[in-house]
């Protein structure tokens, strides 16, 4: 009986109740419970089992670079970072707030990283998150207007409850990039957040996105009421990669 029943949790997709029941079974535990609470073991087996996938998922089609971790954020004094601000961030309420979240420091500072451990918290919060390289995603909106997919790539990014647009003004914005940019900004104002990381300051934003009066209204929308991060000191990058080398002397004398 017991295996029918393993087979039909299995069938059923309880993937949670299934191995639950299944320890059970093999540790002899299924002895020593009561009906109840053994139901309740299973319940809660099932729960964790789905949220876990859940967040599994939000976080593949989030598209992150790399993983990254509130807790694994390196809060030196010399790189600026408030760490209260973090922490407030960290529990996502900027989100239901429709908030926006700017990071601007130099290249190899940490902005990304930040960002991405913020974007991690979301997904396990059960926010729809995108993670998108500056560049890359409006490189492949071009694309999508050659093939007719525009308008669904759009859809996709409006749908998202956080978007992280990393690298942001690390080059001019051309026409159709601009129109483009105006688009996903009107469609999310008010209604979603955003995280933008950036080497350049906030102010020299207008010059990069080109055209005076979109650089406005796009600036009017994302500026607004912001959260700002303002990061210092030496690039990072640089610093684990000169920690590395110092390792490899001593290991070599």
Not at 123 to 136: E, Q, W
Request: aromatic share 8%; glycine share 6%; net charge positive.
């Amino acid at each position: 009986m017991n295996t029918n029943t393993l087979e039909k949790l299995r069938k059923l997709r309880f993937h949670g109740m299934y191995h639950a029941f299944k320890s059970s079974l093999e540790s002899g535990r299924y002895d020593t419970i009561t009906a109840d609470e053994l139901l309740a073991q299973l319940v809660d087996a099932e729960w964790d089992d789905r949220h876990n996938r859940r967040i599994a998922r939000q976080i593949f089609y989030a598209k992150f670079r790399y993983k990254a971790a509130i807790e694994e954020i390196n809060y030196e004094v010399a790189r600026n970072i408030d760490r209260n601000l973090v922490q407030r961030l960290a529990d996502c309420s900027f989100i239901g707030r429709n908030e926006n979240l700017l990071v601007t420091g130099s290249t190899g500072i940490g902005k990304s990283y930040i960002a991405t451990a913020l974007g991690y918290q979301a997904c396990i919060m059960g926010y729809r998150v995108l993670y998108a390289s500056t560049p890359k995603l409006f490189a492949r909106l071009k694309m999508a207007k050659a093939d007719g997919t525009y308008i669904k790539e759009i859809a996709k990014i409006e749908k998202q409850q956080l978007l992280i647009l990393d690298d942001f003004a690390i080059q001019p914005f051309d026409a159709p990039s601009r129109a483009a940019l105006m688009e996903i900004i009107e469609d999310r104002h008010g209604k979603t957040s955003l995280i933008i990381t950036s080497q350049l300051p906030v102010s020299a934003w207008y010059d990069v996105i080109g055209d005076r009066t979109i650089a406005d209204a796009i600036l009017d929308r994302i500026v607004h009421d912001a959260h700002r991060m303002e990061l210092n000191g030496e690039s990072m990058r640089k610093k684990r990669q000169s920690t590395g080398e110092n390792k490899n002397r001593i290991d070599t004398l």
